[in-house]
Nanobody
Framework: QVQFVESGGGLVQPGGSLRLSCAASGSSFSIGAMGWYRQAPGKQREWVAGISSGGWTSYADSVKGRFTISRDNAKNTVHLQMDSLKPEDTAVYYC??????????WGPGTQVTVSS
């Protein structure tokens, strides 16, 4: 079945940048719509950004203007370029199919910590 594996997280200072990657694999699988999500300690997982199969993008208000989602269909990957990072961006970041009830399993996530 399909597996999603996130990478690229780390520790950065406020105002810094990170580029996250999400690799999707599985027999006969090609990515369609994809989204990024994050979960901070003690909080529910929230949607951050999405990209359609045709390349349309959308963002949560909290990250609009700072984050950019992109895709590479040939490599079955999606990316999240994060600029002007703030401490409130600290969370574990996940990728997944954003369609309701798609029900693909969550990957391990990648930790992003923004702190001075």
């Amino acid at each position: 079945q399909v597996q999603f594996v996130e990478s690229g997280g780390g520790l950065v200072q406020p105002g810094g940048s990170l580029r996250l990657s999400c690799a999707a694999s599985g027999s006969s699988f090609s990515i369609g719509a994809m989204g990024w999500y994050r979960q901070a300690p003690g909080k529910q997982r929230e949607w951050v950004a999405g990209i359609s199969s045709g390349g349309w993008t959308s963002y949560a208000d909290s990250v609009k203007g700072r984050f950019t989602i992109s895709r590479d269909n040939a490599k079955n990957t999606v990316h999240l370029q994060m600029d002007s990072l703030k401490p409130e961006d600290t969370a574990v970041y996940y990728c997944n199919d954003p369609r309701p009830r798609s029900n693909y399993p969550w990957g391990p996530g990648t930790q992003v910590t923004v702190s001075s």
